[in-house]
T-cell receptor, first 114, second 114 residues
Framework: GESVGLHLPTLSVQEGDNSIINCAYSNSASDYFIWYKQESGKGPQFIID?????DKRQGQRVTVLLNKTVKHLSLQIAATQPGDSAVYFC?????????????FGTGTQLKVEL | DGGITQSPKYLFRKEGQNVTLSCEQN?????MYWYRQDPGQGLRLIYY???????QKGDIAEGYSVSREKKESFPLTVTSAQKNPTAFYLCASNPLDSTGYGYTFGSGTRLTVV
């Protein structure tokens, strides 16, 4: 039969507030992590990346934090705007000998309330 | 401008029909990938190719076929053997160099069985 779509985890924030989106990754050997933003009906867009030898990296209004001890990644968005409403995916590059292959998380829906 | 072009944006398939989704890139990237995305779910890898005339199965290759005759092109055929093809299909590419492991995505093709 036809599969039923799953409901994505949703984070609702007020415009102007900070957003924190979390991601747990699976492979302790992963050496590179990326956050993507996907708007409805469009392809994912690169936001920010971080290598495993770093704990924190900042971009414009975004910060990625990496905690390798607990295999946790987070994306912080400062002063969230309506245009930030989208699904956010984390991805990890677990180098397994098969070349560059990213593994993607399920995603989190960010809704910005006016 | 360099990028990845997927066509068509919307595609309708009748039961038992094969259809081919186009993916072209002018980024001179070595690797190309096909992902399937279902509502509320993450990206699942169908096939990938790291060099011309070579490709590997991903996690859900059954019912799909690909070719890589040119570096710029990586078409995906959804065959009649794919029992539930309705989904959003994303093509991506990567340069496979030291600049990072991030993918560049196309804008997607939404395939619907009618």
């Amino acid at each position: 039969g036809e599969s039923v779509g799953l409901h994505l985890p949703t984070l609702s924030v007020q415009e102007g507030d900070n957003s924190i989106i979390n991601c747990a990754y699976s492979n302790s050997a992963s050496d590179y992590f990326i956050w993507y933003k996907q708007e409805s009906g469009k392809g994912p867009q690169f936001i920010i990346d971080i290598r495993s030898n770093m704990d924190k990296r900042q971009g414009q209004r975004v910060t990625v934090l990496l905690n390798k001890t607990v295999k946790h990644l987070s994306l912080q968005i400062a002063a969230t705007q309506p245009g930030d409403s989208a699904v956010y995916f984390c991805a990890e590059n677990g180098v397994t000998g098969g070349g560059n292959k990213l593994t993607f998380g399920t995603g989190t829906q960010l809704k910005v309330e006016l | 401008d360099g990028g990845i072009t997927q066509s068509p944006k919307y595609l309708f398939r009748k039961e038992g029909q094969n259809v081919t989704l186009s993916c072209e890139q002018n980024l001179n990237h070595d690797a190309m990938y096909w992902y399937r995305q279902d509502p509320g779910q993450g990206l699942r890898l169908i096939y990938y190719s790291q060099i011309v005339n070579d490709f590997q199965k991903g996690d859900i290759a059954e019912g799909y076929s690909v070719s890589r005759e040119k570096k710029e092109s990586f078409p995906l055929t959804v065959t009649s053997a794919q029992k539930n093809p309705t989904a959003f299909y994303l093509c991506a590419s990567n340069p496979l160099d030291s600049t990072g492991y991030g993918y560049t995505f196309g804008s997607g093709t939404r395939l619907t069985v009618v």
